[in-house]
Each structure stands twice: as structure tokens, then as C-alpha cells.
């Protein structure tokens, strides 16, 4: 057995277990203890799963004795967002309106990692319904950055990026509605992929804004991205919005060579707010891929500034939509002590909903009100097709786009708390890919002067995410030697 099973990459540890140099109990042990020293500091997890976790590895143990056929994540510690359905195990949003909320069904991305003998170890913290960027909008408590736990690890899948950062777990998921995976694997120094909208069900995805949540993968590697990937992506028809699409073997296709892939540099993206150690790093990591064989081209993105004024119409609006169903009456926080129905309803959100949720709801409610629908959600749809078209229009000159993730490292806890808009320009670089539907990562390209990781943003053509992974690989071996 390895001396700390906790720090290999999922793609290690399944061979060693599948080469019976390790059992699925010592890589579960492991990394619990693990958790036990760090997660105390980083606070990762909302809740633990240890006692099903050592039973599932067990059983798995019982399999391997059968010689029966092992899955492609056999034995892997897997971190799992707290917005993601698990049945039997609380599934909160880090709200204090679902706080004891227990589904009674696996999400769809649930059923698959489990049918491929991932092994759950806990649910992890975030903001509030996804809502935030910094992993501080939580009901229960903030989640620090492992590299400096004075400072934020990006949000809202903040949890599950600092539960890989701090080797909390080999594998873990997030979801992404504005840059929510990229920006805290980029925060974080780790990989985290958005899919093609409609390639990962949502099936027991708790929505926030259900034209623009998509669930991916965050890890220690581009490997276990691919590997991940695989495993979770696929049609379903529970979710309407679920595309049938041929899955590639991401894994098999990742060394392919890049030379003459065709890299565009969207000036927009590197100027105006983009912190310069930043814009310098990107720039570096790209100009490694053109002496790969990758070709750089310079495209215009003319609508990107107009896609956080966007993002933050439409988004809101499709959140007021969907937090309408928690109203104390099915499940969920209900007040007890109000008189009648409007009360109860009334006194069960302002009780239930924290600070940004309930700002949120209330600018959606606005926006789609009598007399305001047109001179703002409809614009906000307007241009959201613009943005969209700018990407169609840049991707018939290359095939994938490169740029920063976050135009700031992390900052620290508390810095922006009180400035809405200003933790809002966070996902300035992150939310044009969602607002388009399109695929993106995030994978390190380096550190700032203060020695706090910098994140390297590849976004493609709908569903063309063998080419993300086979460009972030290539990079990932310039840096490996």
C-alpha cells in the first residue's frame, strides 16, 4: 500500500486497486483521515458520509474477491456538491430552508458514478443555491482556500474545488451556472470542466438557473477530467434538455497531437480588469502550446461586456422561477408560528433564505414584472444571442479559445462581502461560456508573486470537448517537465 493513498489521482489509484495493490478500504480510510486533519481548517464538507463509505468498500472488496468486472471509477473517494441529489444523504444547498432535507432518489450523475464504483465520502459546501463566488454566501459557514486559508476558494462549487486542492478527495463534481466550476478549480490550483449544455443530465440537480446549470468535473489532473467525464456524460431522458449525443472515449483520445490546432486570444478577454501576473501567465501557457504546433490567432469577443449585465437579468429571473417551490408547505424550513398562509409563506423565505438568495429572487421578481419584462429580460435574451454569435462568428477562424478563468487570484475572506457588484466582476471571464451553452475549463498555468494559483481558460465549439481535453493535456505536460 502507498504511504498516503489520499494524494494519487483517481486514474492511479483505480489501477492500483484493480492490480490488488491496494484495497478500496485504505483509500476510503485514507482520505477520511485526511479530511480529519485538514477539513477542520478549510471546512470542505457539510456533511460526512464515513460509516457508508467504508460499507460501500467493503462491498467492493467482496466483488473484487468474485472476480466480478470492476467500474472505470472502482474504489475512487468521491466528493459530491451539495445542490446534487443523494438518496439517503442530506442534501442541503448550504440553506438553512433545506437544511434537513434528505431526497429519496439519486441525482442522475449520482446513479452513474455509483454504477462505475465510486465511492461517496461527503456532500460538500457552497454558495448558498449556487448563488456566489467566493464559497462565503453559505448558511453554515465559510470554506477556506487551502493555499491560504486566509482567502476565499472561489465559488459557488468552492467545497469541492478546496476538497481536491487539500487531497480531501480524488474526485469530486460541481456545478457551473456563471463559471461556478472554473473559477474555484482556477482559485483553487485544479482542473474543473463545464460541459456542452445538455451533455451531463440534470436530473436531481437542485436549479438555480435551469437554461444555464450544467454539471462537470473537478480534479487533480486532465486525465481524471476525461476519466470523470465519460462516466457522467450521456442522454437522459428525465431531463428535457438532455442532448443525444455520441460520447467519445475522452480518456483513450487525450495525447493526440495539437500541432496545428488553432487557439484564438480574445482580446477582451485580457484587458480591462484582467490583473497583469495574470494576463502574463495565460499568455506564457499559450505560447508553450505554439511551440507544440498550435496556432494563435487573435479574435474579437465584441459583446463581452455586456455578458455579466446579462447573466445577472437572466440568471436572477430563472432563479425566482424556481425558488418559488420553496414555500414551507412540501418540504423543507417551515415557520410554525404564522397565522395564515401568506404569513407562513412570507415568514418561512425570509426565515429560510439568506442575504444574496433573497437579493437575487428579488431582482429576478423585478425583472420579469409587468412593465419592466420587456426593457430588461427580453434585452438580456437579445444579447445573449449576440454573445452567442460572437462565439459562432470566432470559431469559424479556430477551434478553441483560450483566456484567464478569473481576471483576480483568490482574495481574502470578507474583502468583498459587502460589495455585491465588485464579487460579481469575478466571473467577468467565465459567464459568456454559459450564456452560450459552450464547453470550458480551467486547468493551473502557473502562480502570482504571492504564490496563489492562476487559472488557464480553454472554451470550444458545442460539445467538442475532446478538443478542451486534448489541448489542457498537452499543456498539462509542458508544465509536468
Request: glycine share 8%; net charge neutral; hydrophobic share 40%.
Amino acid at each position: 500500500m502507498p504511504m498516503n493513498p489520499y494524494k494519487l489521482t483517481a486514474h492511479e489509484l483505480v489501477e492500483l486497486i484493480k492490480k490488488g495493490g491496494l484495497k478500496p478500504t485504505e483509500a476510503v480510510s485514507s482520505v477520511f483521515k485526511r479530511i480529519a486533519e485538514m477539513d477542520p481548517k478549510i471546512k470542505a464538507y457539510i456533511t460526512l458520509c464515513e460509516d457508508s463509505a467504508m460499507s460501500a468498500a467493503k462491498k467492493l472488496e467482496e466483488k473484487i474477491a468474485r472476480k466480478e468486472h470492476l467500474g472505470a471509477l472502482a474504489g475512487v473517494p468521491f466528493a459530491v456538491k451539495d445542490n446534487i441529489c443523494t438518496s439517503g444523504i442530506k442534501t442541503t444547498c448550504a440553506s438553512r430552508i433545506l437544511e434537513n432535507y434528505v431526497p429519496p432518489y439519486d441525482a442522475a450523475m449520482v446513479e452513474k458514478i455509483l454504477a462505475e464504483d465510486a465511492i461517496i465520502v461527503g456532500k460538500t459546501n457552497m454558495d448558498e443555491f449556487a448563488m456566489g463566488s467566493s464559497c462565503e454566501n453559505s448558511a453554515f459557514f465559510p470554506t477556506r482556500n487551502p493555499l491560504d486559508l486566509e482567502r476565499i476558494p472561489g465559488g459557488s462549487s468552492g467545497g469541492s474545488a478546496a476538497a481536491i486542492a487539500a487531497d480531501c478527495a480524488v474526485l469530486s463534481v460541481g456545478s457551473d451556472t456563471g463559471g461556478s466550476i472554473r473559477q474555484p478549480a482556477a482559485l483553487c490550483g485544479v482542473v474543473g470542466m463545464k460541459p456542452t449544455y445538455g451533455l451531463v443530465s440534470r436530473y436531481g440537480l437542485v436549479a438555480f438557473a435551469s437554461s444555464l446549470d450544467q454539471i462537470g468535473p473537478i480534479t487533480k489532473d486532465v486525465t481524471d477530467t476525461a476519466l470523470l467525464l465519460k462516466a457522467i456524460a450521456g442522454h437522459d431522458k428525465r431531463d428535457s434538455t438532455s442532448v443525444p449525443v455520441t460520447i467519445p472515449d475522452y480518456p483513450s483520445n487525450l495525447k493526440k497531437d495539437i500541432k496545428g490546432l488553432r487557439i484564438g486570444l480574445p482580446k477582451e478577454y485580457f484587458e480591462k480588469g484582467v490583473d497583469k501576473e495574470i494576463s502574463e501567465s495565460v499568455m506564457k501557457a499559450v505560447k508553450a502550446l505554439s511551440g507544440l504546433g498550435a496556432e494563435l490567432i487573435d479574435v474579437t469577443l465584441p459583446h463581452t461586456e455586456y455578458g455579466i449585465p446579462a447573466y445577472y437579468i437572466l440568471a436572477p429571473a430563472e432563479a425566482s422561477s424556481n425558488l418559488a417551490r420553496y414555500d414551507g408547505v412540501r418540504y423543507g424550513y417551515r415557520n410554525k408560528e404564522a397565522e395564515g398562509l401568506g404569513e407562513m409563506y412570507s415568514q418561512t423565505r425570509s426565515e429560510g433564505f439568506g442575504k444574496e438568495v433573497k437579493r437575487r429572487i428579488i431582482l429576478g421578481t423585478f425583472v420579469l414584472s409587468s412593465g419592466y419584462y420587456d426593457a430588461y429580460y427580453l434585452k438580456a435574451l437579445k444579447v445573449r444571442r449576440l454573445i452567442k454569435q460572437d462565439f459562432d462568428n470566432a470559431f469559424t477562424k479556430v477551434d478553441l479559445i483560450a483566456s484567464p478563468t478569473s481576471p483576480i487570484p483568490a482574495f481574502k475572506l470578507g474583502e468583498r462581502t459587502e460589495d455585491p457588484l465588485s464579487m460579481y466582476m469575478s466571473d467577468a471571464l467565465t459567464v459568456c461560456c454559459n450564456l452560450a451553452g459552450l464547453p470550458g475549463i480551467s486547468i493551473p498555468c502557473g502562480f502570482t508573486k504571492s504564490k496563489l494559483p492562476i487559472g488557464l481558460q480553454f472554451i470550444g465549439r458545442p460539445f467538442e470537448e475532446e478538443k478542451i481535453l486534448q489541448a489542457a493535456y498537452a499543456y498539462e505536460q509542458t508544465m509536468a517537465r
